[in-house]
């Protein structure tokens, strides 16, 4: 099992260091299987780095994301044009589709929730607290590298924040 893990964020605008800082982690463990990629932003090149990978995750901070954290399945969908310098995940995942000719790995999104994206501001108190709910799922995710197990996962969550 290949596990490539994509973390977006840029560690100079307050919250937006979430993604940072959660690679950071990701780093220190060097887990076997597991591919770390982290940029300020995706883009189109990224899809490449799907190739022979049988599970993907993209970490990033989010503003309306539900506190601590949004935990879902995405699939590739058309977004902005694939000449833009940012795309989301579900670009992405629409980029390798149309280079590979077959679909790319089951994907999954970890959405932390950024209060402060100011320039030069340090993380915010509320976004700490996020910090550690989504290492803690990240946690969980990585013992268990297994798209029917994030599924059920991501479909608890789901549960929680509707109920």
């Known amino acids: 099992m290949t596990l490539v893990v994509f973390a977006v964020?840029?560690?100079s605008r307050g919250d937006d260091a979430l993604g940072p800082l959660l690679m950071a982690g990701l780093e220190a463990q060097a887990q076997p299987g597991v591919v770390l990629i982290s940029d300020f932003q995706l883009?189109?090149?990224?899809?490449?780095?799907?190739?022979?990978?049988?599970?993907?995750?993209?970490?990033?901070?989010?503003?309306?994301?539900?506190?601590?954290?949004?935990?879902?399945?995405?699939?590739?969908?058309?977004?902005?044009?694939?000449?833009?310098?940012?795309?989301?995940?579900?670009?992405?995942?629409?980029?390798?589709?149309d280079l590979r000719g077959v679909p790319p790995p089951p994907a999954f999104v970890l959405c932390v929730r950024g209060e402060d994206f100011g320039?030069?501001?340090?993380l915010s108190a509320a976004a700490r607290q996020h910090f550690?709910?989504?290492?803690?799922?990240?946690?969980?995710?990585?013992?268990r590298p297994e798209?029917?197990?994030?599924?059920?996962?991501?479909?608890?969550d789901r549960h929680v924040i509707t109920t």
Not at 58 to 65: K, N, P, S, V, Y
Not at 132 to 143: P, S, T, V
Not at 147 to 156: K, M, N, P
């Open 43 to 97: 883009q189109i090149e990224h899809a490449l780095d799907l190739d022979g990978c049988d599970l993907a995750l993209f970490i990033d901070a989010g503003t309306g994301t539900p506190a601590p954290f949004e935990f879902r399945e995405t699939a590739p969908a058309r977004g902005r044009p694939v000449s833009s310098h940012s795309l989301a995940p579900e670009a992405v995942l629409h980029v390798f589709a």
């Open 132 to 143: 550690d709910a989504a290492a803690a799922r990240l946690a969980a995710c990585l013992a």
């Open 119 to 122: 320039l030069g501001k340090d």
């Open 147 to 156: 798209a029917a197990y994030w599924r059920r996962l991501a479909e608890a």
């Open 9 to 11: 964020g840029n560690p």
